[in-house]
């Protein structure tokens, strides 16, 4: 590994590099070459061509000599910066918008420069241009601009964590509001001011903008592709960039679309748009990935990539040009009490929110709030349909946009910071009801069933998403604000992020769990080649795309240079994916256990399995119960033969109710058949209560 090579002075990379490889173990199929970034690999434009083709995309290392007013300089790490001319900024527009920057021979988008040691290329030190920023009318805007120059964010993906900025007033209620959606009465200690926060509900009259004047209400968050399609779509993406259209406007908040169909929620007075400075590293696959017409099953596939410590929690990888939203790191942990739309889920951390609550008080200090455990996470009863049709009337709720709102998350499950979004997570609980999250820098299935990699993203000092400028903090669920010597992260600290590759939206597929997916840019539907039949494959974002590994790496918003070193590829593959028999679907029908018994009684209960196909099917069906205490019960599996289409097979299993302290088992029963691909009706649930 490079890492331990260029920095076999500091212990810390070394265990970290010694860690990862024995994680590897005996089983590694393939490791790539390592990539060691350079200027060569810095990008242009949309055009997917690097400075290693086109010098004129940095001066003074080519043949262009830099501006006057613009000269290279030296970082402090005493690396030399030459500046950079690319097409990833914005030339910005107070009060109208914003337009995507040409190639204009202006360098003007940031410095970057070789690190040499030894006499030859280690990395790249890259340092940000100011990120451009102008004002719009609230709230039009994403950022809240104060007195001096001050900004603070105001733009959110979740509706909740907007609403607890804004109101005291909760559409999923977990903080003021009851449970049951009860809203809050607030007085002063003396009961002299009071209000009822029913009566302060968010305008959610919000009127699509069309020459920026309001036109009709918005009603559907399917983004626009061409004009009037999908069906019934009102607004195109809007990358902060038109202030007239496409953007939605309330009294209290805005709201512009992404391209994958999430609202931006905001309700600030400017937008900011930094200019990024984009590598393109191609990484070599197997080779019998790209010669054999085998489709090979990726069972591990892993990103390594060591650099410095950012201090943006933006600065993306894109593997073969993709986004990732699947990919969280380490969530909250909760509980579950009840079961599907009566679910609910309760923090079982105290801890504090890091989000508009941290406030300043009259003596000048932070007075965050406390999330007691207990606090709901999930409130699946106050769930918004998203079927719904709501009226305009203050009373009525908004249009359930945003997947807090469909899901019932609540505020607090965004902004808590019982989390850490670049560690890998694991679930040591078997217990299904807890959800009992561990983190690691590294791969570790020792600690539990995994749940999810990193994000997508290098690894910086702060949350990001809901929290953005808060830096995670060393002593989980501390009070903020930190201490410098409570600070996880360190700014410009040499550290190693491992990304799962296989991470990916849980019911679909991932476009890299077959090796056709990394190979053959025709089996990735997730990205748009723009380029012309016959001409070298390149992503609307500008990315090329081979047979071999493609990745782009996006540093923004980094004004104080960072260092990006080397990246490799850990895959573990096995053969063809296996042909499938389609025609299997067997169906857990019906699902029965006693209701109430005595301590020391039997539990009966039965399980009807029925075949939906015409192929004749074996299988069997197991039940698994979690006690009030969090025991867990597996009861032997039952199998059934050659069960005919249309038929249905019923199953009896029975358990002696003979745990001390227990009150209540919550069962499962799932059935499981070779081939059956359907697993939305393979699993039903019983509860039995026991009475001492």
Known sequence: ?????????????????????????????????????SVNDVLGGLNGVTFADDQTIICGLGPVSCPDDNPALLDKSGVMLYPVDSEFGFYVVDFLGAQPKARNGDYLEGFVGNIDEGGGVIGIQV??????????????????????????????????????????????????????????????????????????????????????????????????????????????????????????????????????????????????????????????????????????????AELVVNHWITNNPNDQLRPEDLENEAATGRKPSYRIEGDGDAAVWKSTVPCYEGDSDIIDTESGAFDPSFIGVGTILKNTPKALD??????????????????????????????????????????????????????????????????????????????????????????????????????????????????????????????????????????????TIVTEDGEPAVTSNGLPMTSDFDLAVYIKGDSKSTALYNAQLIIEYEGEVPVVNTDVDVALTAFAASATVSFNQTVAMVVDVSNLKPSSVSGEVTITGVTNQGVVIELPPMAFSDLAEGDTISLNASWTANIIRTSAVSWTATVKAEGDLNSDNDTRSATTKIRR
């Open 1 to 37: 590994m490079l890492f331990v090579k260029y920095f076999n002075k500091r212990p810390i990379a070394l265990a970290i590099s010694l860690a990862l490889l024995a994680s590897i173990g005996n089983a590694v199929a393939y490791e790539s070459p390592v990539h060691v970034f």
């Open 127 to 300: 340092a940000n241009a100011a990120t451009e920023k102008y004002k719009v009318k609230p709230p039009l805007g994403t950022w809240c601009q104060g007195l001096g120059g001050t900004s603070v964010k105001c733009e959110t993906e979740h509706y909740t964590v907007m609403e607890h900025a804004l109101s005291c007033y909760e559409t999923i209620p977990y903080f003021f509001a009851s449970p049951d959606g009860t809203q809050a009465t607030i007085s002063t200690p003396d009961g002299t001011l009071s209000y009822d926060c029913a009566n302060a509900p968010l305008d959610d009259n919000v009127q699509v903008l069309v020459g920026g004047q309001p036109n009709h209400r918005l009603t559907n968050a399917i983004p626009c592709e061409t004009d009037g399609q999908p069906e019934g779509c009102q607004m195109f993406p809007n990358d902060k960039t038109n202030m007239l259209d496409n953007i939605a406007l309330s009294s209290d908040y805005s709201v512009q679309l992404k391209d994958d169909g999430k609202p931006l929620y905001g309700w600030g007075g400017i937008h900011k748009r930094p200019n990024d400075i984009r590598m393109y590293a191609q990484l070599a696959l197997p080779d019998e990935w790209k010669t054999s017409t085998e489709n090979f099953v990726v069972t591990r």
């Open 386 to 527: 998203p079927l719904a049709t709501p009226g305009e009337s203050a009373a009525e709720h908004p249009y359930a946009f945003s997947s807090d709102l469909a899901g019932g998350y609540s505020n607090a499950y965004y902004t808590t910071i019982n989390r850490d979004p670049f560690e890998w997570s694991y679930d040591a609980n078997p217990d299904p009801k807890i959800q009992d999250f561990i983190g690691s820098a590294l791969p570790n299935a020792s600690l539990g069933e995994l749940v999810s990699g990193p994000r997508w993203r290098l690894k910086p000092n702060k949350f990001g998403q809901d929290l953005p400028g808060l830096e995670i903090p060393l002593i989980e669920c501390s009070a903020p604000p930190f201490a410098k010597e409570n600070i996880k992260y360190e700014v410009g600290t040499p550290t190693t992020t491992v990304i799962n590759l296989l991470d990916w939206e849980e019911g679909e597929i991932s476009p890299l769990a077959t090796s056709r997916g990394w190979v053959d840019v025709t089996a990735n539907e997730y990205v």
